[in-house]
C-alpha cells in the first residue's frame, strides 16, 4: 500500500510541477518548448500504441501528424471553418485515411511492413509539397488561427495554450493507461510478443493491428492539428521523413511500450536539443552514439532499464526476506 | 467424432508434406502421431489449426468444416494447440501470461477500455478466475506472479498449456509437450496429458518419446514421408512390421527405441 501511495504522490508532484511551470520558468522561451514538448509527446504516445504495444513498425505516423496539421490548416485558412469543428475533422479524417492505408499495408508483415509504410509517408510528403494550388507547397500554409475559446476560456496567451496543450497531453496519457491496463491492451502486448501464438488463442491479429493503427493515426493527426495552431505556420518539412525518425528516438530512448517512456523520451532529447544547439547540425554525432548505447545495453529505454533494476531488487528482497505474497495482477507497464 | 481429416494434403513447392491423411479422433481420447523427423507430423498439425491452408482434402471438427478457416476462428470452436518452443512472454509473469486466453471469449473493445464499462470490468473478472483455473490444473498456482523467465522449461511447458486451456477448448493439440524436459518431468507432463482427457477434453499430440506414447495414448497414427502407414491401438503398432521398416529405415536413435519396446 505505501508503494502505491508513493507512486500515487509521484504522480500528482510531477502533475503539481506541471501546472505550476508557467510561473517558475524564467522566460516564455521555455515554455514554448515545453508546449512544443507536450505535443511532441501526444505523437510519441501514438506510435508507442502501435510499435510500442503491439509491435510493427510505422514510419507512416508522421504523415498522419501531417495530414492533422494540414486538414487544420487548410479547413480554417482556406474555408474558414470554426476551429474547433476543423479540429475534429482532421481526426476524423485521420480516422479514415488510417483505416484505408491500415487496411492495405498490414498485409505485409515485418520490415516489409516498415518499407511500405515509409513509402506511404513519402507520398503523403510529396502531395503536400507538390500540390501547391491547395496546400501552398514549399512556400506553407500561414495565418493559421490559434484555437478558439471555448465559453469564457481564451487561448491567446502563451500559458493558456500550454494548459491547453497540457489537458490534451493528460488526455492522451490517461487513454493510454485505460487502453494498455484493459483486454483490448492485452491483446496488443499478446500480439507483439508473438503474432502466431495470438492467433492460436483465437486473436485476429490483423484485426486489432488495424486498429492499433488507426489508434495511432488519430493522435498523430490530433498532435499535428495542435502543432499548426500553436506554430500558426506550417509547411512541407513537418511530413518529412527526418522528423518521423526524431519522434521515434525520443521513444526509443524513452521506452518503447511503457507508459511513461514517451514523455520522458521527448522531454529529454528536446531539452537536450536545445541546450545542444550551438553544435548545430553536428549535435546528431552525440545523439547517433547515445542511440546506439541505449539500443545496444537498454532495448526497452530508459523506462524499460529502470523497471529492469526495480524488478531485480524486488526479487532480491523477495528472496531474502519473508515471502510477502503480493497478490493481483501485475501492472504491465 | 470430435476430429474428423478426410484425404488431406499439402505440398510445399515440389515437396509433398502431407500426403492423403485420412484420420478420425473419437471425442476424450488421446491420439498420438507419430513419426520419423520431416514426416509431415508439425504440418498435420499446421493444417489442422489453420495455420497453413491444405492442397486438398477436408478437415471437419463436431460438424463443422474448417478446412479454410483462419487460426483465430479454429480456436473460438475449442481447438487449442501448443507449440515445440513455448512462445511465451518471458518479461510478464506466469498470469498475466495466461489471462489472454480467455480474450477469445470476451468482447470488450477500445470503447470498454477507455471508459472501463462493466462489461470490461466483468470480462476482466472472468478472464482472471479462467486463467486461475487453468493453472490449477496444471498444478502452477504458486507461481502466478512470477516472471516467466524466472520459470523452469517444464513450468514453461505447464504454462503454454495452461494458456491453451484457457481457451476453453474441446480438443487439444500437443506439439511435442515432452520436448526438452527430464524423464522425471515427463512423468509429470505425461500425468497432466492423462488428466486433461479424464476431464472430458480430446487430446492429438506429437511426441518422441516412445515409453510416454505407448502407456497414454488410446490410438496412434504413424506417418513416414507425408504418408500414413499405420493407425491402431498401441500394442498393434508396436507389433506392426510397417512401421517397424519406417523406423529402422531412417533414424538409428529411434528405431533403437522402437526396437527396445
Same mark, same amino acid.
Given at each position: 500500500?505505501?508503494?502505491?501511495?508513493?507512486?500515487?504522490?509521484?504522480?500528482?508532484?510531477?502533475?503539481?510541477?506541471?501546472?505550476?511551470?508557467?510561473?517558475?520558468?524564467?522566460?516564455?522561451? &521555455?515554455?514554448?518548448?515545453?508546449?512544443?514538448?507536450?505535443?511532441?509527446?501526444?505523437?510519441?504516445?501514438?506510435?508507442?500504441?502501435?510499435?510500442?504495444?503491439?509491435?510493427?513498425?510505422?514510419?507512416?505516423?508522421?504523415?498522419?501528424? *501531417?495530414?492533422?496539421?494540414?486538414?487544420?490548416?487548410?479547413?480554417?485558412?482556406?474555408?474558414?471553418?470554426?476551429?474547433?469543428? *476543423?479540429?475534429? *475533422?482532421?481526426?476524423?479524417? $485521420?480516422?479514415?485515411?488510417?483505416?484505408?492505408?491500415?487496411?492495405? !499495408?498490414?498485409?505485409?508483415?515485418?520490415?516489409?511492413?516498415?518499407?511500405?509504410?515509409?513509402?506511404?509517408?513519402?507520398?503523403?510528403?510529396?502531395?503536400?509539397?507538390?500540390?501547391? $494550388?491547395?496546400?501552398?507547397?514549399?512556400?506553407?500554409?500561414?495565418?493559421?488561427?490559434?484555437? *478558439?475559446?471555448?465559453?469564457?476560456?481564451?487561448?491567446?496567451?502563451?500559458? !493558456?495554450?500550454?494548459?491547453?496543450?497540457?489537458?490534451?497531453? =493528460?488526455?492522451? =496519457?490517461?487513454?493510454?493507461?485505460?487502453?494498455?491496463?484493459?483486454?483490448?491492451?492485452?491483446?496488443?502486448?499478446?500480439?507483439?510478443?508473438?503474432?502466431?501464438?495470438?492467433?492460436? =488463442?483465437?486473436?485476429?491479429?490483423?484485426?486489432?493491428?488495424?486498429?492499433?493503427?488507426?489508434?495511432?493515426?488519430?493522435?498523430?493527426?490530433?498532435?499535428?492539428?495542435?502543432?499548426?495552431?500553436?506554430?500558426?505556420?506550417?509547411?512541407?518539412?513537418?511530413?518529412?521523413?527526418?522528423?518521423?525518425?526524431?519522434?521515434?528516438?525520443?521513444?526509443?530512448?524513452?521506452?518503447?511500450?511503457?507508459?511513461?517512456?514517451?514523455?520522458?523520451?521527448?522531454?529529454?532529447?528536446?531539452?537536450?536539443?536545445?541546450?545542444?544547439?550551438?553544435?548545430?547540425?553536428?549535435?546528431?554525432?552525440?545523439?547517433?552514439?547515445?542511440?546506439?548505447?541505449?539500443?545496444?545495453?537498454?532495448?526497452?529505454? &530508459?523506462?524499460?532499464?529502470?523497471?529492469?533494476?526495480?524488478?531485480?531488487?524486488?526479487?532480491?528482497?523477495?528472496?531474502?526476506?519473508?515471502?510477502?505474497?503480493?497478490?493481483?495482477?501485475?501492472?504491465?507497464? | 467424432?470430435?476430429?474428423?481429416?478426410?484425404?488431406?494434403? #499439402?505440398?510445399?513447392?515440389?515437396?509433398?508434406?502431407?500426403?492423403?491423411?485420412?484420420?478420425?479422433?473419437?471425442?476424450?481420447?488421446?491420439?498420438?502421431?507419430?513419426?520419423?523427423?520431416?514426416?509431415? #507430423?508439425?504440418?498435420?498439425?499446421?493444417?489442422?489449426?489453420?495455420?497453413?491452408?491444405? /492442397?486438398?482434402?477436408?478437415?471437419?471438427?463436431?460438424?463443422?468444416?474448417?478446412?479454410?478457416?483462419?487460426?483465430?476462428?479454429?480456436?473460438?470452436?475449442?481447438?487449442?494447440? /501448443?507449440?515445440?518452443?513455448?512462445?511465451?512472454?518471458?518479461?510478464?509473469?506466469?498470469?498475466?501470461?495466461?489471462?489472454?486466453?480467455?480474450?477469445?471469449?470476451?468482447?470488450?473493445?477500445?470503447?470498454?477500455?477507455?471508459?472501463?464499462?462493466?462489461?470490461? #470490468?466483468?470480462?476482466? #473478472?472472468?478472464?482472471?478466475?479462467?486463467?486461475?483455473?487453468?493453472?490449477?490444473?496444471?498444478?502452477?498456482?504458486?507461481?502466478?506472479?512470477?516472471?516467466?523467465?524466472?520459470?523452469?522449461?517444464?513450468?514453461?511447458?505447464?504454462?503454454?498449456?495452461?494458456?491453451?486451456?484457457?481457451?476453453?477448448?474441446?480438443?487439444?493439440?500437443?506439439?511435442?509437450?515432452?520436448?526438452?524436459?527430464?524423464?522425471?518431468?515427463?512423468?509429470?507432463?505425461?500425468?497432466?496429458?492423462?488428466?486433461?482427457?479424464?476431464?472430458?477434453?480430446?487430446?492429438?499430440?506429437?511426441?518422441?518419446?516412445?515409453?510416454?506414447?505407448?502407456?497414454?495414448?488410446?490410438?496412434?497414427?504413424?506417418?513416414?514421408?507425408?504418408?500414413?502407414?499405420?493407425?491402431?491401438?498401441?500394442?498393434?503398432?508396436?507389433?506392426?512390421?510397417?512401421?517397424?521398416?519406417?523406423?529402422?529405415?531412417?533414424?538409428?536413435?529411434?528405431?533403437?527405441?522402437?526396437?527396445?519396446?
Amino acid at each position: 500500500m505505501a508503494k502505491l501511495l508513493s507512486k500515487r504522490n509521484g504522480l500528482i508532484f510531477v502533475l503539481v510541477v506541471a501546472l505550476i511551470m508557467p510561473f517558475i520558468v524564467p522566460n516564455d522561451y &521555455i515554455l514554448h518548448v515545453l508546449a512544443l514538448v507536450c505535443i511532441w509527446s501526444i505523437s510519441v504516445y501514438g506510435i508507442n500504441i502501435f510499435t510500442g504495444y503491439t509491435g510493427n513498425l510505422s514510419l507512416a505516423h508522421i504523415g498522419f501528424f *501531417a495530414i492533422g496539421a494540414y486538414t487544420l490548416g487548410l479547413l480554417t485558412v482556406k474555408a474558414g471553418w470554426n476551429f474547433w469543428l *476543423a479540429f475534429l *475533422a482532421a481526426g476524423v479524417l $485521420s480516422i479514415i485515411l488510417g483505416f484505408l492505408v491500415g487496411l492495405i !499495408s498490414l498485409r505485409t508483415n515485418g520490415h516489409f511492413f516498415a518499407i511500405y509504410t515509409m513509402c506511404v509517408g513519402y507520398i503523403i510528403y510529396l502531395i503536400i509539397d507538390k500540390w501547391d $494550388s491547395l496546400t501552398g507547397g514549399v512556400r506553407g500554409l500561414i495565418g493559421i488561427p490559434g484555437p *478558439a475559446s471555448i465559453g469564457p476560456i481564451t487561448f491567446e496567451s502563451l500559458t !493558456s495554450q500550454y494548459y491547453l496543450l497540457l489537458f490534451f497531453l =493528460i488526455l492522451t =496519457i490517461f487513454i493510454t493507461k485505460r487502453i494498455v491496463h484493459s483486454l483490448l491492451g492485452r491483446t496488443f502486448i499478446a500480439i507483439r510478443n508473438s503474432e502466431e501464438l495470438a492467433q492460436t =488463442i483465437g486473436i485476429s491479429t490483423k484485426k486489432n493491428q488495424l486498429l492499433a493503427f488507426v489508434i495511432s493515426c488519430f493522435f498523430a493527426a490530433i498532435a499535428g492539428a495542435l502543432y499548426a495552431s500553436f506554430v500558426r505556420f506550417i509547411g512541407p518539412e513537418i511530413g518529412g521523413i527526418f522528423l518521423g525518425f526524431e519522434m521515434l528516438i525520443y521513444l526509443v530512448i524513452g521506452g518503447l511500450g511503457t507508459l511513461s517512456g514517451p514523455i520522458i523520451g521527448t522531454l529529454l532529447i528536446v531539452f537536450l536539443t536545445q541546450s545542444l544547439q550551438f553544435m548545430q547540425e553536428y549535435k546528431m554525432l552525440l545523439f547517433g552514439p547515445i542511440l546506439l548505447i541505449i539500443v545496444i545495453f537498454y532495448p526497452n529505454g &530508459i523506462v524499460g532499464a529502470i523497471e529492469g533494476i526495480k524488478r531485480k531488487t524486488r526479487q532480491k528482497r523477495k528472496k531474502s526476506g519473508p515471502n510477502k505474497g503480493y497478490s493481483g495482477i501485475e501492472e504491465v507497464s | 467424432m470430435a476430429l474428423k481429416v478426410e484425404n488431406l494434403s #499439402k505440398t510445399f513447392g515440389g515437396l509433398q508434406a502431407v500426403n492423403q491423411v485420412d484420420l478420425e479422433v473419437k471425442k476424450g481420447d488421446i491420439h498420438a502421431v507419430i513419426g520419423p523427423n520431416g514426416a509431415g #507430423k508439425s504440418t498435420f498439425f499446421n493444417l489442422i489449426s489453420g495455420f497453413h491452408p491444405p /492442397t486438398s482434402g477436408k478437415i471437419t471438427f463436431n460438424d463443422h468444416d474448417i478446412t479454410k478457416m483462419p487460426p483465430n476462428k479454429i480456436a473460438k470452436l475449442g481447438i487449442a494447440r /501448443t507449440f515445440q518452443t513455448t512462445n511465451l512472454f518471458e518479461d510478464a509473469t506466469v498470469l498475466d501470461n495466461v489471462i489472454i486466453g480467455n480474450r477469445l471469449r470476451t468482447k470488450s473493445g477500445l470503447w470498454d477500455a477507455i471508459f472501463r464499462t462493466k462489461r470490461e #470490468k466483468r470480462e476482466e #473478472k472472468e478472464s482472471l478466475e479462467k486463467a486461475y483455473e487453468a493453472l490449477d490444473f496444471v498444478e502452477l498456482t504458486e507461481l502466478a506472479n512470477e516472471p516467466i523467465a524466472n520459470i523452469s522449461q517444464e513450468q514453461k511447458k505447464r504454462v503454454a498449456f495452461a494458456l491453451a486451456l484457457a481457451t476453453d477448448p474441446e480438443l487439444v493439440l500437443l506439439d511435442e509437450p515432452a520436448a526438452g524436459v527430464n524423464p522425471d518431468e515427463t512423468e509429470g507432463i505425461s500425468a497432466l496429458i492423462q488428466k486433461m482427457a479424464d476431464s472430458g477434453l480430446t487430446v492429438c499430440l506429437i511426441e518422441h518419446k516412445m515409453s510416454m506414447i505407448m502407456s497414454l495414448a488410446d490410438r496412434i497414427m504413424v506417418l513416414n514421408q507425408g504418408k500414413r502407414i499405420a493407425e491402431g491401438t498401441p500394442d498393434e503398432i508396436k507389433n506392426n512390421p510397417v512401421v517397424i521398416e519406417a523406423y529402422l529405415g531412417s533414424d538409428e536413435d529411434e528405431s533403437a527405441e522402437v526396437t527396445n519396446l
